[in-house]
C-alpha cells in the first residue's frame, strides 16, 4: 500500500484524470528525491484498484532503451485489438494477426526485448507478447524517418482498432474508446528519438486515446511542464512519525530544515537519526551547501557509519558493480572470483544476512542498490580501487557468459571499453548461429556507440547476425560498406557477403535491386533492376526518388539503344510525374511513351500508354479526349484479351463520366471495372474502383451506399498499407457525412486525411483536405475558421500552380464571404473563380460559380444581373445534362420572379421544375420536389 503524505495538488489531478477517464499528457519535473515516481506508483496502485482498468505501460528511463519503449506500444495495441474477445477468439487472435494492420505497427517498431520484464503482464498475455517478439524484425537502431514511419502506423492503429465492452474509456456513440496509460519516469534519460515519439503521443489527437504521466529532473517542453514543488513541513514530520517514529520536537525541525523539502532526504536524515539519536543534523552539512548535493551527503553519512569491515559496506561498495542484484548466489559468485574482494569479504561472509539489514534501511530500492547510491559507490570504486573496479567487471562478464545472459555480459564489457573482447564474444556466437544469444547482444549494442577504429567490424558482425537470424533491417549496412573506398582484403569480405546476401529469400527487394544495381558490371542488367526499384519505391509513395531511379534506367536504355525499354520508362516516369500532380509532364512523357510503342507495333503498351494520357487529360479537364483515349485503350485491352487493362482504362471511363455530370454511365463503368478487379484479385483496384463507386452515389444523393463503399476502400487501403489510399478514402467520407449534417463526424475524416497527406508530403492533398474543411466549418457557421481553411488552400493551389485548385478554393470563399454579407470580395472571388474554371474549360465549375455569382448580385437587389448569372449556369448545367443542377437553376430563377411578382416568369420555372423532376433519377427527386412545392406555394400566395 503506498501512501504518500502532502502532495494534495497531485493528489487531487490524479483523482480528476481517473474519475473521467480522459486522456492527456501531465509532465511533472524537480530535482531527484521530491517523489516524482511515487506519484507514479500511487497512480499505478489507484488504476489496479478500479473495477475496470485501462492498460497500462510502466517505463523507467534509467533501465529501459528504445526498443523497451516500442515493444510496450506493439504489445498495448494486440491487447486493445482482443480486448473483449472471448477464449476461442483470443485462440484465433494469431490466425487474424497476419492480416492485421497491427503486424505492420510490430514490424515497423521491431521490438527486440523480453517484453515481460517491461510491462507487468500474466502468462496468459505473454503468449501475444511472444508472438509478437517471434515474428517483428530486429533492429539494433532505429532513426527518425523508422520513427516517423512507425508513429504513422501507430497512430492509423490505435484510432481504428476495434474494442468491445466492457472496456475502460470515454463512450461515443456505439464505441467504447480504450484509453491506454503509459507512466514514464528518469525522461531526461530518454534519447532524443524516444522524445520526439512521446511529445507526438502527447499531441491533442491522441486525448481520446491515451493517457501519458510522466515524470524527470529537468523541463521538457511539451511533456514536463508542471513543476513538482517541494512538499510543506507537515508533511515531512508525517513520513517522521509514520516510518521512524520519531516524535521529538526538536528532532523534527531539524530533519525539515535539511530536507528543505525534499521526501527522499528526509528518510536519509530519519535513517541517521535512527542509527544514532545523538546526531546533530545541523552539523552535517555545509552552511552553502547546493540543494542537489543534499541527498549525496547523507548517503555518505550513513555509509561511513557502517563498520569498514562490516559485510554490509563490503556488498555495497563491491556489489555496485552489479546493475541487478538477482539472488545472493550470483553476488556471491562475482565477488569472490575476484581475489582481493575475497579476502577483504572473508569466506564465510554471510551475504544473505547482509542482504536483510540492508532491506531493514534505505539501502535498496526495489532490491537493488538505489540509483543515487549506485552513482556514488561507482564512482568511489573506479577512482580509489580501479584494479578491483576492472576485475569486477570481468568477473560479471565470465558469470553472465555461463548463464547465457549476453547482453548483461556485453554491458560489463563495455563499461570497461573491452571493445575488442566484445566483438570476440559477438563473432564466437556469429559462428555456432546462436539465434537467441545474438538477439540479446544486438538488445545491449542498441543503445551504444561503437568507437570508430571498430565500425567496419560492427558493421560486419552486424550483416552476418542479420542473414544468421533473416533479419533483412540488419543487413542495411552492406550498402554503405559496397558503396565504401576499403582496402582489397576488406573489400573482399564485403563481396562475399553481398553474394551471400543475394542468395537469401528474405532480404527486401528493394535493397536485392540496390544492390544489383551497385554491383553489376552489366547495363541491361542495371536498367532491369533500377526498374524494379523505381517500382518499389513507387509503390512506398517515394516519387522523387522512384522517379530519379526511372530517369536513370532511361538514359542506359537510350545508351544500350533499347527502344521499348526506353518506352517502358518513359510510360512509368509518366506515372509517377503524375502523382506528383505535375500533368502537362506526365501528358508529355506518356506521349513520348505511346509514339515508341506505336512505332514497334506493340499493342499491349500502346493501350497503357493512352490509358496514362486519359487519365492525365481528365486531370487537366480535357474530357473529350480523354474520354477518347480510354475508350481506344479499353477496344485494345479487350482484343488482346488483357482483362486488368479492361478494369483500369473502365475505371479512368467512370471517373471522367463522373466528371462529366454523367452519373449513371459512370458507376455502371466503376460497377463493371469492380467486378473485374474482384475475378482478378486485385484488392488494390477494387479500393480504387470503390472510392469512385462512392464518390459518383454521393453525387447521385445515395449516401449510405456512398459511405459503404468508402469505407470498404479505406479498409482495403489500410489493410495493403496504402496511406494515399486511405487519406483519399478519408476525404471521401468527409464529403458524404457532410450532405447529411454529420459535421463532427466529416470533420473528423478530414482533419485525418489532411494529418495523413502531411506526413506523405502532399501539398495537393493537404489543400484538398483543407477546402474539405473549410466547407464543414462554412456549414457549421464557424465562418472565420472556414475563410481561413480556404485560404490556405488557396495558397497552397497557388504555390503548386493549380489553376483548378485554386478555383475550388476562390469559390469556397466567395461563399463564405457571401454569407457574412462581404459581398464586395464574395463577387471578386467568385469572378476569379469563374474566369479559372473558363480557362480550364471546366463547365461544370462555370455553372457552380456563375450560381454564387448570381446569389450575391441578388442579395445587393441587382436582380437582373442575377437573373442573368442564373440562366447562364441553367444552360451549362442543361448542356452537361445536370438535372439536379438545372432544377437548382430553376428554382433561383422562380425565387427571383416571385419577389418581383412576375407570375408568367414563375410559371414558366414551375413547368420546367416539372419536368426535371419527372427526369431527375430517383436518388434526387426529393430535393427537386422539395423545390418544385415551394415554388408553388410561392405562385398561391401571388
Known sequence: ?????????????????????????????????????????????????????????????????????LAAFVYLLVQLESTGATRKRKRGLFRRYSDSPLKNVAQALAPTLNIKQILKINVDNHSVAQHIYNIANVQPGINQAQLNEAMGKFKVGITKLPCTPPFPGKIQGNFIRPLVVVLADTLEQAPDSVLSWLKQLASPMFEEYLLLIAAGQEKIDGLLETSMDRVEDDAIRDILRNRFRIVEGEKLDAVCRIARGNPRCAVLAGELLTQDESIKLDALLPSDINDHLVADYLVKHILNRLPNSSTEKHLLTYGCVLRHWETTEQLRTVLFAVPQVRNIMGQGADIRAALNRLREHSFLDSGHPHPTLRDLLLHDLKQDEHSIFLALHHAAS???????????????????????????????????????????????????SIPSEFAFIGQVALIESGLILQHDALLMPLLSLVQSELSDDRKHIVNTLTQRALEMDFIPDELRFQLVVITTTELEEQAQALIELA????????????????????????ELGDRLGQANALRSLGEVKGLQNRYVESESNYSQAYDLHRELGDRLGQAHALSGLGEMKRLRGRYTESESDLSRAYELHQELGDRYGQAHALRGLGEVKQSQGRYVESESDLSRAYELYQELGDRHGQADALRGLGEVKRLRGRYTESESDLSRAYELYQELGDRHGQAHALRGLGEVKLLPGRYVESESDYSQAYDLYRELGDRHGQAHALRGLGEVKQSQGRYVESESDYSQAYELYRELGDRHGQAHALRGLGEVKRLQNHYVESESDYSQSYKLYRERGH???????????????????????????????????????????????????????????????????????????LQVNTDLR???????????????AL
Open 1 to 69: 500500500m503506498i501512501t504518500i503524505f502532502g502532495r494534495e495538488a497531485e493528489k487531487r489531478r490524479l483523482a480528476q484524470m481517473l474519475s473521467r477517464y480522459s486522456g492527456g499528457v501531465l509532465g511533472y519535473y524537480g530535482m531527484s528525491g521530491l517523489g516524482k515516481s511515487t506519484v507514479l506508483d500511487l497512480f499505478e496502485q489507484r488504476i489496479s484498484e478500479m473495477k475496470f482498468t485501462p492498460y497500462v505501460a510502466r517505463l523507467d528511463f534509467a533501465d529501459v532503451s528504445l526498443h523497451d519503449v
Open 398 to 448: 565470465e558469470y553472465y557468459k555461463n548463464h547465457h545472459k549476453y547482453a548483461d555480459a556485453i554491458y560489463h564489457l563495455i563499461a570497461i571499453e573491452e571493445w575488442q573482447a566484445v566483438f570476440n564474444l559477438w563473432n564466437a556466437l556469429i559462428k555456432l548461429e546462436n539465434a537467441p544469444a545474438l538477439e540479446q547482444c544486438l538488445k545491449e549494442l542498441s543503445a551504444r
Open 535 to 558: 517500382d518499389v519505391k513507387l509503390w512506398q509513395e517515394r516519387y522523387t526518388e522512384s522517379e530519379s531511379d526511372f530517369r536513370q534506367a532511361y538514359e542506359l536504355y537510350q
Open 843 to 917: 463547365r461544370h465549375g462555370q455553372a457552380n460559380a456563375l450560381i454564387g455569382l448570381g446569389e450575391v448580385k441578388q442579395s445587393q437587389g441587382r436582380y437582373v444581373e442575377s437573373e442573368s448569372d442564373y440562366s447562364q449556369a441553367y444552360e451549362l448545367y442543361r448542356e452537361l445534362d445536370n438535372c439536379l443542377g438545372q432544377a437548382l437553376s430553376c428554382w433561383l430563377l422562380g425565387l427571383l420572379a416571385a419577389d418581383r411578382e412576375d407570375i408568367a416568369s414563375l410559371e414558366k420555372r414551375i413547368k420546367n421544375l416539372e419536368t426535371l423532376a
Open 926 to 940: 426529393d430535393e427537386v420536389v422539395y423545390m418544385l412545392r415551394d415554388l408553388q406555394s410561392r405562385h398561391s
